[in-house]
Structure formats: structure tokens, C-alpha cells
């Protein structure tokens, strides 16, 4: 698909289980997937006690801790609210020449346009990350086990939407 503008809704997203992930991204099947990809991730990463549950990623990224710090430049961890979490949420992954602008709202804006009250986080990694070009990419979701722990109880990630929009 390339540059363009992919968003996508979601609900259910409060992870009950600390090594939960759910994720909606863009990856490279066939280069180092390292170095090909554009994640927006829920994860504690297995802390339970992390109140950041989210992240922004331009990877090549190994280890983003915390609320607000990054990994080299390439990460951006922030909180969801659980209440906001269990809703619905629109996430945007805005891909330029270049640069990448990832956002995430309260709703559902897809099919419409979210208004500024309804955003939550919004990152755009340093001119110093290189943002991957266009290649042979296709748009993923996923939702697993890190570190491959059994979980404490079930759970669903729901997708209400995807929408693609080239440049």
C-alpha cells in the first residue's frame, strides 16, 4: 500500500493480562522486520504495575521503558486510561516521505473527522529516525503473549474498522 493514511478502530483494548499484546502495524515480510515496520502496540510488556500501556514505534527499537521516554528516538510510551481503553478508539499511522505522524483518539473516526478534544496521544519521531520507504509492506494485526507466558484469564480485541487513503 505505501505512503497514505491507515487508520483503524478499535475496542476492548484494557489487556487484563500484563503479558497481553495487541498491536495494528506495518511490516516488511521480507527485509530484517527490525527494520521495516510501524507499530502501534498495548503492552505492559509483563509489568503488571506499568501504567504505560501503549506505544508508538518506528523500529528498530529493543527495549522502550517508561512514560515518555524513548529508545533512541524510535519509541514513544504513553498511558490509556482502562475506561478509555475498553472503548473505542481510532488509531492513525500517517506515512509520508520521510516521516511518520502516529495518533490516537477517543471514538470512532474512520469514517469522519475526530475533533481535538478526542486525542489522546499524537507522535512524530525526530528527523534523526529513519522512517522506512515504501516496499513490500501489508498492514497487520496481531494479538499474543509475550515471552510466551500462559495467560491469567481469556481475551478479545476487537477491530470495528480499517480504512486506507493514499497520498
Given amino acids: 500500500l505505501g505512503h497514505g493514511t491507515y487508520c483503524f478502530e478499535t475496542r476492548n483494548l484494557a489487556l487484563p493480562d500484563p503479558y497481553m499484546v495487541g498491536a495494528g502495524f506495518l511490516w516488511h515480510l521480507f527485509a530484517a522486520p527490525t527494520f521495516q515496520e510501524l507499530d502501534i502496540e498495548y503492552a505492559r510488556w509483563g509489568n503488571a504495575a506499568d501504567t504505560c500501556n501503549s506505544q508508538y514505534v518506528v523500529h528498530p527499537c529493543t527495549s522502550c521503558t517508561g512514560c515518555g521516554l524513548k529508545c533512541l528516538d524510535h519509541c514513544q510510551r504513553f498511558p490509556v486510561a482502562p475506561a478509555d481503553a475498553d472503548a473505542d478508539l ?71 474498522d480499517f480504512r486506507f487513503v493514499g497520498p
Fill in 90 to 160: 481510532t488509531h492513525y499511522i500517517i506515512w509520508e516521505p520521510g516521516t511518520v505522524t502516529f495518533k490516537t483518539y477517543r471514538g470512532r473516526h474512520c469514517r469522519g473527522t475526530p475533533t481535538p478534544a478526542d486525542l489522546l496521544q499524537e507522535w512524530t519521531p525526530p528527523a534523526s529516525v529513519t522512517v522506512p520507504t515504501p516496499g513490500l509492506e501489508n498492514f497487520r494485526f496481531n494479538h499474543w503473549l509475550f515471552q510466551a507466558h500462559a495467560p491469567v484469564q481469556g481475551h478479545c480485541m476487537v477491530i470495528t
